[in-house]
Each structure stands twice: as C-alpha cells, then as structure tokens.
C-alpha cells in the first residue's frame, strides 16, 4: 500500500515510475473515481499511451475496443492503459472473472498493456495477491482545493478562498466542491456566514460518510484535574512535530493508550490534548466501523486517511475495547478492522496522534497493548487526596465560586474513592440545591451532596482491584503519587 505523502511524488509521477518499472496490475482505491479519471487522463498524457476505459454496466467507453472484456484483453496490443472502474465488481458479476484475468496476465506483460483497477474497497483476491500493486489515492490537499476554488469563483477573494480550503481539508474533491458552493450561496450574508455554513456540511459529511465526529469542545490541559505524569510526558512532546524536532533525530509522537477506572478523566484528557496543542479534534466511532458492516475494513480506511489529510490532527478511539471485542474469534470484519487498524498505527507518516481510551480490560485485545502500538500505555486511577482536590476546584472554578471560599479539605476526605465525573456531580448536584433554595452555594450543600452519592466503586471494587493488579507491570501511571506508591511498596 502505498500513499502520496510517503513517497513525495504525486499520484501521475508514481504511476509513471510502476508503468516504466513494468507493474501491469494496479489497484488504484479511492471513492473518487471522477479524480481518479482525471489523474489517469493526465498519465496518458504523459507517458503518450492510449487510455480505454471499461465500466461493468456499459464495457468499454467510447473508445475503438469492442465486445467483452476479457476477449478484448486478449487480443489487445500494447504499449496501453486499460482501466476497470469498480472493479471490485468483476468477481460479483463471474465467479470465474479473477481466473480469467489471472490467465490473461502473461499475454497482458508480454504485450505491455497494463491494467489499473478503479474501487474504492479492498479486493480481496488470494489469487493475485502477489501481482496486484495497491495505491491508496489520497484525499487532495489544502492547495490542490484552492486550485479548484479559484477556478469556480474567479476573481473571489484569496485569502477567503485559503480559509475555506484550509477547513475543507479532509473532504473529497466533490464533497469540498458542494461544501464551497453552499459557501459561496452564504457570502452575501457576510464571510463568518459562508465559513460557518461550510463548517457544518463538513461536519455532516464526516459524521455521514467516514465515521468520524469533530469535536469542537477543546479545554485546556490545565482543566484537567491530577494526571500529573500524563501532562510531564506531554508536556515533553508539544513541540516535537516538524522539521525541528526531526532534525533533532525525534520520530513524531504517535500516541498513548489511556486505560483504567470509569469517569477519572481519559475523554476529558484526550480533548486536552488537543486544546493544548492546537490541534483538530476528530472522535472515531471504532464500534460502529468494527461491528459487522459491509466493508468495515475500507471505511476504517477511509477514515484514517481522512485524519491523514487533516494532519496535524488528535484522533481520539474511545472506548476502543468495544469495537473490538468479536476480534480473534468468529467475528471476522472485526479480525480484520483490529488488522487494519494496528498496521496502520506502526506505519502511518502523517502527524495523527492517537489517543485510544478503554475502560474494560477483559475486552481490549492483547494485541492493542504490545509495546510498539502506543508511544505510552498510562493506567489512570481512582483520585488521590491531592488530586480529588485538585478536580473539586477546577469544577468550583468552571461555575464561577472561588475555591478557597469553600472547605476542601473536609470535603476531600469525605470523597474517598470518588471518581472524577462523580466529584463533578457533587458539585453540581449542590449547586441545584442551592439553587432551589434561592441562596448562595454552601459547605454544607457540598457535604449533603457527597453524603448522599454512592460512588461506582462500591460495588465495583473488585473489578477495580483487578484493574490495577493488571496494569501493575503493564501500564505507567497516570499520577505522580501511584509511582511514589509503587516505589514504596518494591523497597
């Protein structure tokens, strides 16, 4: 598999090079047959082959080469292009259709006529696994999207035509083209009216088509509550994408896996990230990619090279053990998506970093945890004294009370084994009271409210006991004071 960025050509350069290297199978994927029409029209061009284009619904395209398919590629003589839009079809349509075309490719190489397969899902085909050369064509880039909106709108403003490329980047060619017409029909109401319009048709699209959400809640690290030493490791990495770093001989970080106690802070980080860094946030929805749909491993990556395109971006996979919990058994999509999805992690170049999120370790596959997949592997706890503070004014904070105002050290010790999402509750929950009342928050409302709460960890010790005996020898800390205790308890 190969992609654009990774090998510093463009789509025309590196097809040239195969054709020239003598490749005669080529899987171009992408759901952009149009730009996939247009990038083989400009290789024609190019190399001065002639192109004959067949599609399953119609054969070959206005082109001098008649009747069917294979009886054409018997007879065709070379040099030549020949393409096979949706080619993933062929199988569909003859079972014996990959045989056929396995028996053809001696004549196909001796006659230099080269075949380029036109689908935007993997094929899945055993027999020619050892011919068939993929290319993924990528998403187009911030540029390439301003060439196209300079030649709709001539004459439009440049620096709002780079805006909008810069926000429609991630989109297909024809999904950006839809998105800036919308833009353009808004203009009149002002430039913020067009942006804002293309923003949401991009949001819709990436929730309709790709599986992705953008999250554009993005809070500052310093929101976060405790997790000390997840912030030092982070704080280690802001700067370590570009040039600089790489000079410097630093790989880009890639990502971590945050594992542990249900409501103490791993979604909140993960957005923090982001916020921290200035980054895009884009949520992956593992589960529904993984959970038995038609093709689940080609819109995986179809997602993932979205991310790519949007680079440098956060690709936060929450809760990422329930998207692959049929994996390694009957559940094959899933085997294959959990697949896709480690490979990519090890090998993708763009600047995505990856923060994976799991609660249930009795679900997360074993191969999400070997070290290579993730820069870091942090278990995140059940808050400390120090931490529990920390958390409660952060929240006081948030809803305009002055922390010190208030007896946090009574209310800390009475929150012992209180998660971080139930310590915002208290507060909350006080602040309704107080509210009901008609008078201003309280100590005692704090106090009531903590009272009353019972925290998961109640009836959920056990399997809390069992979280932190697992990740004991198999994940880092998330906290400056569980690495003082573990320290401790080895002397």
């Known amino acids: 598999m190969e992609r654009e960025y990774e090998h510093g050509h463009n789509m025309v350069d590196r097809l040239t090079e195969l054709l020239d290297a003598g490749y005669r199978l080529l899987h171009l994927r992408t759901f952009e047959e149009r730009r996939a029409l247009?990038?083989?029209?400009?290789?024609?061009?190019?190399?001065?082959?002639?192109?004959?284009?067949?599609?399953p619904s119609g054969g070959?395209?206005?082109?001098?080469?008649?009747?069917?398919?294979?009886?054409?590629l018997e007879t065709m003589q070379g040099p030549a292009v020949v393409v096979l839009l949706d080619a993933h079809l062929l199988d569909a349509r003859d079972p014996l259709a990959v045989r056929r075309l396995?028996?053809?490719?001696?004549?196909?190489h001796r006659n230099r006529v080269a075949l380029v397969l036109v689908s935007p899902l993997t094929l899945n085909w055993p027999e020619l696994s050892h011919d068939l050369h993929r290319i993924d064509l990528p998403l187009p880039s911030a540029s390439q999207l301003r060439t196209a909106f300079e030649a709709d709108f001539p004459?439009?403003?440049?620096?709002?035509?780079?805006?909008?490329?810069?926000?429609?980047?991630?989109l297909s060619l024809d999904e950006a083209m839809r998105a800036f017409g919308l833009a353009r029909v808004r203009l009149p109401q002002g430039e913020q009216a067009a942006l804002t319009a293309l923003y949401e048709e991009k949001r819709q699209v990436f929730l309709k088509a790709r599986g992705l959400e953008i999250i554009d809640q993005r809070p500052d690290l310093s929101r976060v509550g405790g997790l000390s030493e997840v912030k030092r490791w982070l704080s280690q990495r802001r700067d370590a994408f570009g040039l600089k770093a790489e000079a410097f001989g630093l790989p880009a970080p890639r990502g971590l896996l945050m594992l542990g106690v249900q409501g103490c802070g791993k979604s909140l980080t993960a957005k923090a990230i982001a916020g921290q860094w200035g980054f895009p946030l884009v949520r992956m929805d593992v589960g529904g990619l993984a959970g038995g749909r038609t093709g689940a491993d080609d819109l995986l990556s179809h997602g993932l090279d979205t991310c790519e395109?949007?680079?440098?971006?956060?690709?936060?996979?929450?809760?990422?053990?329930?998207?692959?919990?049929?994996?390694?058994?009957?559940?094959?999509s899933a085997t294959r998506v959990l697949g896709a999805f480690l490979s990519w992690l090890q090998e993708h170049k763009a600047p995505v970093f990856t923060v994976a999120t799991a609660n249930n370790i009795n679900l997360l596959p074993p191969e999400l945890v070997r070290r290579g997949r993730f820069d870091e592997i942090f278990f995140v706890d059940l808050p400390s004294d120090e931490e529990r503070r920390d958390i409660l004014s952060v929240h006081l904070h948030d809803r305009g009370r002055t922390p010190t105002d208030f007896d946090l050290d009574r209310l800390t010790g009475l929150t012992r084994n209180f998660s971080g999402a139930e310590l915002e509750q208290v507060v909350v929950a006080a602040l309704?009271?107080?509210?009901?009342?008609?008078?201003?928050?309280?100590?005692?409302?704090?106090?009531?409210?903590?009272?009353l709460m019972v925290p998961l960890y109640r009836v959920q010790e056990e399997n809390v006991k069992k979280l932190r005996e697992w990740a004991?020898?198999?994940?880092?800390?998330?906290?400056?004071?569980?690495?003082?205790?573990?320290?401790?308890?080895?002397?």
């Open 38 to 55: 247009d990038v083989l029209t400009a290789l024609g061009r190019r190399t001065s082959l002639p192109l004959y284009t067949w599609s």
């Open 60 to 72: 070959f395209i206005a082109d001098p080469v008649r009747g069917e398919l294979f009886d054409a």
């Open 102 to 108: 396995k028996d053809r490719l001696p004549r196909l």
């Open 155 to 170: 004459g439009g403003d440049g620096a709002f035509l780079g805006r909008c490329a810069e926000l429609c980047r991630g």
């Open 309 to 332: 395109a949007l680079a440098p971006v956060v690709l936060w996979v929450d809760e990422i053990e329930k998207g692959f919990a049929g994996s390694g058994g009957e559940d094959a």
């Open 432 to 451: 309704y009271r107080a509210f009901s009342l008609d008078r201003e928050l309280a100590d005692d409302d704090l106090v009531r409210e903590a009272d």
């Open 472 to 491: 004991e020898k198999r994940a880092r800390p998330a906290s400056l004071d569980h690495s003082a205790l573990r320290h401790f308890k080895q002397r």
